[in-house]
């Protein structure tokens, strides 16, 4: 069955630091996104691709950049971890058509 | 994309009719509504969505007013694992660039079944 994992589950790295978190699907689907969920807020978006070699920035991309170098794989790299970075990350993927946004299971990334 | 309001919470018995109601008063005429929902500590689930008519699937049917400022989703026999954060979403169906855009989650509905 075609799925969506996010890699790792769980990261704990300290202040400064890059930090790469993964996102792969298998559903061949041309748009993938990055959201950041916290306490008291909805989801928010990151970043999101159309396809191999495009990305755009979304509400709240400061601070994070991606690439799409396949159509499989959208990796979210934040260059130098904020206490502030610290969320729950989703990544979601969904056709050209765009009706249902699929979502991985999330990245809990703890900055200290 | 249109602002959409929903109550903070609500409770439902479970093997009852859930309705979540969504007011979306300045939706525009290509604009759709969107519902997902989150159970506690997974990802956002796609659920329903539908233009200006009504709309069932497996898992829920969708209402939409005649004026399309407000809609109800209801889940037919509520479970318990239907406990979740319930999100109402408007937006286009596409961005312009034939991609589609990224969603906007508001706060949500959090809906409790209770046994």
């Known amino acids: 069955d075609a799925e969506i994992t996010q890699s790792p589950r769980h990261k704990i790295t300290e202040t400064g630091r890059q930090v790469t978190l993964a996102c792969h699907q298998t559903?061949?689907?041309?748009?993938m996104f990055w959201y950041r969920q916290d306490l008291g807020h909805g989801l928010r978006l990151i970043h999101y691709s159309y396809g191999v070699q495009d990305t755009n920035k979304g509400e709240v991309s400061d601070g994070y950049s991606v690439s799409r170098s396949n159509t499989e794989d959208l990796p979210l790299t934040l260059e130098s971890a904020a206490s502030s970075q610290t969320s729950v990350y989703f990544c979601?993927?969904?056709?050209?058509?765009?009706?249902?946004?699929?979502f991985g299971p999330g990245t809990r990334l703890t900055v200290t | 994309d249109a602002k959409t309001t929903q109550p903070t919470s609500m409770d439902c018995a479970e093997g009852r009719a859930a309705n979540l109601p969504c007011n979306h008063s300045?939706?525009?005429?290509?604009?759709?509504v969107y519902w997902y929902r989150q159970i506690h500590s997974q990802g956002p689930q796609y659920i329903i969505h539908g233009l200006k008519n009504n709309e069932t699937n497996e898992m829920a049917s969708l209402i939409i007013t005649e004026d399309r400022k407000s809609s109800t989703l209801i889940l037919p026999h509520a479970t318990l694992r239907d406990t979740a954060v319930y999100y109402c979403?408007?937006?286009?169906?596409?961005?312009?660039?034939?991609?589609?855009?990224?969603?906007?989650f508001g706060k949500g509905t959090h809906l409790i079944i209770q046994p």
């Open positions: 979403i408007v937006r286009v169906r596409a961005g312009g660039g034939g991609g589609a855009d990224g969603l906007t």
């Open positions: 559903w061949n689907h041309n748009n």
């Open positions: 979601a993927s969904s056709d050209r058509q765009g009706y249902e946004q699929y």
């Open positions: 300045t939706i525009s005429g290509n604009e759709y």
